[in-house]
C-alpha cells in the first residue's frame, strides 16, 4: 500500500471514531438528527421555491431539464440500436 492508501485508512478510523464519539450520548444524537432534518427541510423549501421563481419567469425548471436529459439519452440508446440493426443489413 501506498502513502495515499494509508492516509485514507487513518483518516477512515479518526473520522468513525470521531462519530462514534459523537454519536454516544444519545442527547447529542437526537440534536444532530434534528437539525440535518432540518437542513433537508431547509433545502426542499428552497428548491420548491426556486422551481416557483423560474415558472414565474417562464423559465423552464431544473426538473424539465432532468426529464428531458432522460428522454434524449432513451433516443440516443434507441438511435445506436437501430444503427446497430441497419449495419447488420
Do not use: T
Not at 440534536?31 to 423552464?60: C, T
Amino acid at each position: 500500500m501506498g502513502i495515499r492508501d494509508d492516509l485514507k485508512k487513518q483518516a477512515l478510523e479518526v473520522s468513525s471514531k470521531a462519530v462514534e464519539k459523537l454519536m454516544a450520548d444519545e442527547s447529542r444524537a437526537m440534536a444532530i438528527a434534528n437539525a440535518i432534518g432540518k437542513v433537508q427541510r431547509g433545502k426542499q423549501a428552497l428548491d420548491r421555491g426556486q422551481e416557483e421563481l423560474l415558472k414565474a419567469f417562464h423559465f423552464a425548471p431544473r426538473s424539465e431539464f432532468k426529464a428531458v436529459g432522460k428522454q434524449l439519452s432513451g433516443l440516443k440508446r434507441r438511435l445506436r440500436e437501430l444503427e446497430e440493426k441497419l449495419d447488420g443489413l
